[in-house]
């Protein structure tokens, strides 16, 4: 047979098939045993077995010479590939021959630059799929840099392709193929089948190319189809992402490791908790969830940090990157308790006054973060995607927005990115100058449920957004132009806050939800991973929190359980509108914003004075501002112009309007009063009027002297009306005289 004839390794193989079958019969093929072509790879358990083996081989051909190779120091070259015996496991790597001295394509050489850029990058793919491990792999490549500095090729052209190859390579987080070989007889067939898979590519969204192969197929089709030729197709068929039709933003489409996310019972939880708490008692269209808001924020954090993307050349941001940032977006609400806000501002301070830390609902997130991952082990998942710890640390870092535990480096303080990526934290939880996505699906879905409107665009900001290096780290700036724009955010969130979030009547359903809650807790128990817990240690244990949910309203309202009888009468009063009674509030002066505490106690004490139980009060303390205390939050924010787009600076308060306030945050005491009894609730009205005409006189009761209150005389009924009336017309008198002085001084003034 001439030497090069195709039909060659197909008698090989045939050839060689017989042999095997002869061994089979005789019970003699070893456990491991490995063909390619006719090269051989097995595995013995001694030199005597080895040497046996090879002696039956020859005997049933005495006219093929077999030979054997024997490993030494736990070595074997095989087909190129050195072979290692790493106790109950083999590695591979590259085997040089001795003979190899790395003649190959010198640089100076007339062939084209592309082709020997394409020489080395062949020999580093070569090397890292013969390689089990990266040592391996780096010894090969060390080699590669010897040959190459040898044929004259230039070390930084050398050094920046392995670089490059390693970057793709690390990457590339791919999953194995899905092989699909289909055997065929002539052209005729194979038309129909490429047709078919090209059908099959548009439907599944697979990425399907064709492979060739030439061998015979055993127990897989009919006999007469032996050593027919076989094509086949190779691909990867890839996770389709979900489309999700939102009210807000319409169809988003959401990453595959973020639908398994959502698709667990610690997220699916959160279509359980209003996202609005008692708003939706106020508000019938405040229905939504944390659920939706959560999806809402996924997709936006992901738009957000692609527009980044876009907007510039080298951002340096991988897809890693992004779908770290959509999973915290998607994780950042898991912690959050029944009646959301509600649950970890009211209830759990009263509940657990002795707590050395604050709980948050943050903290909740992480924790139920961290359980989820286990429950559900996600962490292959995460795996599959290219996610490792550190990128889970990143997850709980942009949660939280800030860092996790103590800081290692007073430079940097955070694990999971360094600070190159600093622009990465300011997506979700925007701790420098509260301008994240959390902020842009919840003001557009509040409005939208609460029939408010919202005047600001998040779509616009998110446009001209963009990466600057500014104050030592990497910064999300916005074009100047937007000044006005990420007012009316500000705005927004105060005004919502007024109108909703702080609503008097709302406030006092959830302080009413509250009292109900801390009368039950000791005995409303929901069972966690080892013992039953209680409503206000839940937190400690995700296996009992992940049942809490405002699905605990109704499991005391509908209990027989003596015990939680006054829960029960709370509820049943939220229920039939039968709230607490609102008799005024007080605007804080802001020079006493530090005094509020101070000034509740001597309101107590006044009380006392008139006769009056501090218990059957209320005092609620609301503060309105624009998301960063008394400060303004536009200061925090820097901006680039059309004439320096690479440049940060920060904008004057009158650089934007002269019409901007001067104060940014202001806090109201509001008074509400328990008792039903009208003549009680009558009296305390009085009282109130009387401490706020005093304290918005002279700051309140300073000096402790006690303000007067017209208090019925005992049995004397009309008295009571008559010096009710008097006081009335009095203030009225008094009103009407400002009000003459005031239009006569403006007057003066126009004039």
Known sequence: MAKGSPLGPLMANAFVRKVEKQLETENKLPTLYKRFAVDTLSAMPNPEAASEFLTTSSKNHPFVDFTMELEENSRLPFLGIGIIRNGSRLDSMINSKPTDIGLLLHYHSHIGARYKWSLLNTLLNHAFRLSSTWKFFHEERERLKEIFSRLRYPDDLVQSTIRQFIETKVSDKREAPIRIVLSFKDQKSANVVRRELADLSQKNNADISPFYTSRMIKDEIKARLMNISSRGWEGKVKELNKVFNDCIHGHIEIHPLCVKIINTPQFQRLRDIKQLGGCYYVFPGASHNRFEHSIGTCYLAGKLV????????????????VLCVKIAGLCHDLGHGPFSHMFDGLFIPEARPRDDKKWKHENGSLSMFEHMMKANRLTDEFRKHGLHDVDEVFIKELIIGEPLGEPTSEEWRFKGRGKEKSFLYEIVANKRTGIDVDKF??????????GIKNSFDHERYMKSAKVIQCEGEKQICVRDKEDNNLYEMFHTRDS?????????TKNIIEIMIKEALLKADRHVLFKGKKKKFPISKCIDDMEAYIKLTDNVFYKILNSSEPKLEEARDILRRVQCRDLHRFIGKITVKPEENEKISEIEERMKKNVEKEGLQPEDFVFD????????????????????????????????????????????QERHIRVYFRKNDIELRKKAERWFDQWQKKYNEKGGDAQGEQIPVISPQEGDSNASEAGASNALQESERGKKAKRRISFKESKENLT
């Open 621 to 664: 303390v609301v503060k309105f501002n624009y998301g960063m205390g008394a400060e303004n939050p536009m200061d925090k924010v820097r901006f680039y112009s059309k004439k320096k787009p690479n440049e940060a600076f920060p904008l004057r308060k009158d650089q934007i309007s002269y019409m901007l306030p001067e104060k940014f």
């Open 496 to 504: 919502l806050h007024r109108r909703a979030y702080q609503h008097k």
């Open 441 to 450: 699906d919840y003001f557009a879905r509040d409005c939208h449920g609460l």
């Open 306 to 321: 692609e527009g980044l993307c876009k907007h510039q050349p080298n951002p340096k941001i991988t897809p890693e990157d």
